[in-house]
């Protein structure tokens, strides 16, 4: 159980996290998607989300808190400190599997056994006009791929992502889930990702299955329109 537990962000104040999670031991930590959860002995969870601008670091205990700690958890000399949230919230263990954010989640991509066939069910209920890199980003159809991921993951099935997943077939979507898959699984494991960057952030850049002179593009996908990268050339 941690020693001590900080909430310093303002909006913790009325919340009372250390004396509500004071005395218990995480007894697991587990993830869904990009969900982090945090169980606690008490029926307690602590849910983390971080987006765009959060993260997690441990560090050795007794340093300053960081101005833009949410939460420090300390246990002997080392300690884990969350880092601008934005998602950061204590609820029940029931909520966890009623809230709506979380039940209406896709198959985890790193789970360890993908449920494809989930996946493709929901990838056959969505817009069948929508590009498939932006259907991949979509949480409800899949959980866990962020945009690098699926730029890579599209690349190395030579799929384009502009391509309507109406027009994607079944084998097709499953390469793309599967190349992302091993790529991540490996990052996670080693904690590397930069090294499987072959495209991405490369626009203007020779093609490094093509060569020149193919040269990667990028254009803003989605309602969100984040930056996708491709080859014209060999992602068909």
């Given at each position: ?193 930069d090294m499987w ?21 990028a254009r803003g ?16």
């Amino acid at each position: 159980m941690p020693d001590a537990i900080l909430t310093p962000h303002p909006r913790f104040g009325r919340d009372r996290w250390p004396e509500r999670l004071g005395g218990q031991a995480v007894r697991a930590v587990d993830a869904h998607g990009k969900h982090l959860f945090l169980r606690f002995e008490g029926g307690l969870v602590i849910h983390s989300h971080l987006r765009m601008t959060g993260g997690w670091r441990v560090r050795d205990a007794g340093g300053p808190v960081p101005r833009s700690a949410w939460l420090v958890l300390t246990r002997g000399e080392r300690e884990v400190v969350q880092l601008r949230g934005p998602v950061l919230e204590l609820m029940t263990e029931s909520r966890t599997r009623f809230d709506q954010r979380l039940a209406g989640l896709g198959p985890d991509i790193l789970a360890d056994e993908l449920d494809e066939d989930r996946f493709l069910h929901r990838l056959r209920h969505d817009d069948p006009t929508r590009g498939i890199g932006d259907a991949l980003l979509d949480q409800r159809t899949i959980a866990g791929i962020g945009n690098l991921w699926k730029v890579e993951g599209c690349f190395a099935a030579a799929i384009d992502p502009w391509r309507p997943v109406g027009r994607v077939s079944d084998e097709e979507a499953l390469t793309i889930v599967r190349e992302t898959r091993a790529r991540m699984q490996r990052s996670a494991a080693d904690g590397r990702q930069d090294m499987w960057r072959r495209i991405y952030s490369a626009a203007g850049r020779p093609c490094p299955r093509c060569g020149p002179p193919a040269l990667i593009k990028a254009r803003g996908q989605g309602d969100d329109n984040r930056l996708t990268f491709w080859c014209p050339n060999c992602q068909h």
